[in-house]
């Protein structure tokens, strides 16, 4: 699991390898699900509202992908609260990373850059990968 905090928001990620077969982004691309966890560990309700993705393949190409929410939501956290989803990332290379930043605002509509945790997408050991 990869984790880092900023602003008081704990954003932690877990990554899995999706077989083929297991997805739809086509036989050519390689292709991880990826489970993000943001829990508001400080005083303020905090709302998300863009996230900043930088992916980068195998070979070092960089893709940048921003947007509003995260699947299709903009969730609002009171202090103690988390929210988690599930997303995914096709790629042409069996190795690659993904970085980047939420923006969240405070209740007084103050921006909070919170940073997302570099984490890698690899091909698991071929005796533990799910057919």
């Not at 103690?80 to 993904?98: A, F, R, V």
Request: glycine content about 10%.
């Amino acid at each position: 699991m990869y984790s880092h905090t900023s602003h008081g928001i704990t954003i932690s990620v877990e990554v899995e390898y999706l077989a083929p077969g297991l997805h739809d982004y086509g036989p050519d691309q390689f292709a991880w699900a990826y489970h993000i966890t943001m829990r508001n560990s400080s005083d303020e309700v905090v709302q998300l509202k863009t996230r900043h993705w930088t992916i980068t393949d195998g070979f070092g190409r960089a893709h940048k992908v921003n947007g509003e929410g995260v699947v299709g939501q903009k969730p609002r956290l009171q202090p103690g609260q988390k929210y988690t989803y599930t997303s995914g990332c096709p790629l042409p290379t069996p190795s690659g990373s993904m970085s980047g930043y939420y923006v969240f605002v405070r209740e007084d509509g103050a921006p909070l850059k919170v940073i997302i945790p570099t984490f890698s997408l690899d091909l698991p050991d071929p005796g533990r990968v799910l057919n």
